[in-house]
């Protein structure tokens, strides 16, 4: 054999060894796609595995943390975190009314009503704002809630109170805070007025005296007001944002009010308020009826100014039960939003109840859209969605 002939069978050899690899990395791409073997998951169902009532979603350093009301929190708050929304893991309690600030009172009704945290990132500092029973009650009021503020270096806390008392008190209890952070640098904090001791006329508690259903409707109003720089206090007086509908006739009176007319409770709410915008639009979401009930739904409305007026929305309830469309889902409520970690996705995050959870609240979040003042949630969902979008 001479030189001439040797040359190909080495190329032929080459070339077959460059087939062999590139055929074992196809195969392993596809036969692999993720390790050990399991499959890569690529949907997510609701409920999230997540027993939490009113759940908010922050976002930092490319983590998710979520806090809500309850999951075995003793007498405070617990934080879980996730890195794409859907899969969480429990961060343990990063709230205690005792610590050295604490202002609140633990053996007040509702185990001193550990409610609504949220938590907001400012210059490096995490802010915790909550409701609680508030210690000084010399009237001995069944319903003393305030709303504090807490401090931590960490998302996961320990979050430590900025001072020994509420933020401020208007003079009534006040419950489910919010805060937005506006393009100016002002922000603003939106809280519900509690229905205690807040009797109100309108056509509903005429129809509900008329039928012998209860002698008075006490209400829930949403107010926003200015808060200081660095959270000691507010500016201003509150400006009174959203209520219940005092007319029969008024388009949203039917949904807001189904808690009296199904004669559950003689209470109409508005509370669990979060205020996002979009362009020049503000857009503030809320939530009617009676928390522990089956009609508990989510509305909005919107604004040109974070402190309104606000207009309800014509396609008032966004979100609301399920079960007359032969689904199992009720107590739709307490939403906050989150993007998914490309950002282009929006969610709604909310808690419910379904047939299998009972009495208990779990999580759910579904896709919602946003555009030309118009709100869209795609929920409530129990079925296997895409999981959120991703880099």
Same mark, same amino acid.
């Given at each position: 054999?001479?030189?001439?002939?040797?040359?190909?069978?080495?190329?032929?050899?080459?070339?077959?060894?460059?087939?062999?690899?590139?055929?074992?990395?196809?195969?392993?791409?596809?036969?692999?796609?993720?390790?050990?073997?399991?499959?890569?998951?690529?949907?997510?169902?609701?409920?999230?595995?997540?027993?939490?009532?009113? #759940?908010? /979603?922050?976002?930092? =350093? $490319? !983590? *998710? %943390?979520?806090?809500?009301?309850?999951?075995?929190?003793?007498?405070?708050?617990?934080?879980?975190?996730?890195?794409?929304?859907?899969?969480?893991?429990?961060?343990?309690?990063?709230?205690?009314?005792?610590?050295?600030?604490?202002?609140?009172?633990?053996?007040?009704?509702?185990?001193?009503?550990?409610?609504? #945290?949220? /938590?907001?990132?400012? =210059? $490096? !500092? *995490? %802010?915790?704002?909550?409701?609680?029973?508030?210690?000084?009650?010399?009237?001995?009021?069944?319903?003393?809630?305030?709303?504090?503020?807490?401090?931590?270096?960490?998302?996961?806390?320990?979050?430590?109170?900025?001072?020994?008392?509420?933020?401020?008190?208007?003079?009534?209890?006040?419950?489910?805070?919010?805060?937005?952070?506006?393009?100016?640098?002002?922000? *603003?904090?939106?809280?519900?007025?509690?229905?205690?001791?807040?009797?109100?006329?309108?056509?509903?508690?005429?129809?509900?005296?008329?039928?012998?259903?209860?002698?008075?409707?006490?209400?829930?109003?949403?107010?926003?007001?200015?808060?200081?720089?660095?959270?000691?206090?507010?500016?201003?007086?509150?400006?009174?944002?959203?209520?219940?509908?005092?007319?029969?006739?008024?388009?949203?009176?039917?949904?807001?009010?189904?808690?009296?007319?199904?004669?559950?409770?003689?209470?109409?709410?508005?509370?669990?308020?979060?205020?996002?915008?979009?362009?020049?639009?503000?857009?503030?979401?809320?939530?009617?009826?009676?928390?522990?009930?089956?009609?508990?739904?989510?509305?909005?409305?919107?604004?040109?100014?974070?402190?309104?007026?606000?207009?309800?929305?014509?396609?008032?309830?966004?979100?609301?039960?399920?079960?007359?469309?032969?689904?199992?889902?009720?107590?739709?409520?307490?939403?906050?939003?989150?993007?998914?970690?490309?950002?282009?996705?929006?969610?709604?995050?909310?808690?419910?109840?379904?047939?299998?959870?009972?009495?208990?609240?779990?999580?759910?979040?579904?896709?919602?859209?946003?555009?030309?003042?118009?709100?869209?949630?795609?929920?409530?969902?129990?079925?296997?969605?895409?999981?959120?979008?991703?880099?």
């Amino acid at each position: 054999m001479n030189r001439t002939q040797e040359i190909p069978m080495a190329m032929i050899k080459n070339l077959l060894l460059l087939l062999v690899s590139f055929s074992l990395v196809c195969y392993q791409s596809t036969a692999q796609p993720s390790q050990n073997g399991v499959p890569a998951q690529t949907t997510y169902s609701n409920p999230l595995s997540v027993q939490f009532g009113d #759940p908010f /979603v922050l976002h930092t =350093k $490319g !983590k *998710y %943390y979520m806090y809500g009301t309850g999951a075995g929190a003793n007498k405070g708050f617990v934080a879980y975190s996730s890195n794409n929304l859907v899969n969480w893991k429990r961060e343990g309690q990063v709230y205690f009314h005792d610590n050295p600030q604490g202002w609140s009172d633990p053996d007040a009704k509702w185990g001193g009503a550990y409610w609504a #945290p949220e /938590v907001y990132e400012v =210059k $490096g !500092k *995490y %802010y915790l704002f909550y409701s609680a029973q508030w210690k000084v009650n010399p009237t001995h009021e069944e319903e003393n809630f305030r709303i504090g503020v807490a401090v931590a270096d960490k998302p996961t806390g320990p979050f430590i109170d900025l001072a020994n008392k509420p933020i401020f008190d208007p003079g009534y209890p006040i419950i489910d805070a919010n805060v937005f952070f506006d393009t100016n640098g002002k922000a *603003y904090l939106y809280y519900s007025r509690c229905c205690y001791k807040h009797p109100v006329e309108s056509e509903v508690a005429d129809l509900a005296r008329q039928n012998g259903w209860f002698n008075q409707i006490e209400e829930s109003w949403v107010y926003g007001v200015e808060l200081k720089p660095d959270f000691s206090g507010v500016v201003g007086q509150p400006v009174l944002l959203l209520r219940p509908p005092v007319k029969l006739d008024d388009k949203q009176s039917e949904w807001e009010s189904r808690s009296v007319t199904a004669r559950e409770v003689n209470r109409r709410w508005t509370e669990g308020s979060v205020t996002f915008r979009k362009g020049n639009t503000y857009y503030m979401m809320y939530s009617a009826n009676y928390f522990g009930g089956q009609h508990y739904a989510i509305g909005y409305a919107t604004a040109r100014s974070p402190l309104g007026p606000y207009k309800k929305a014509a396609n008032n309830p966004i979100v609301a039960k399920n079960t007359p469309n032969g689904g199992s889902v009720t107590g739709t409520g307490h939403n906050s939003i989150a993007y998914s970690p490309d950002r282009k996705e929006m969610f709604c995050v909310y808690h419910a109840r379904t047939s299998k959870t009972g009495d208990e609240r779990v999580v759910f979040i579904d896709r919602m859209e946003v555009g030309q003042g118009i709100i869209k949630v795609l929920g409530p969902t129990t079925t296997p969605q895409k999981l959120p979008s991703s880099q």
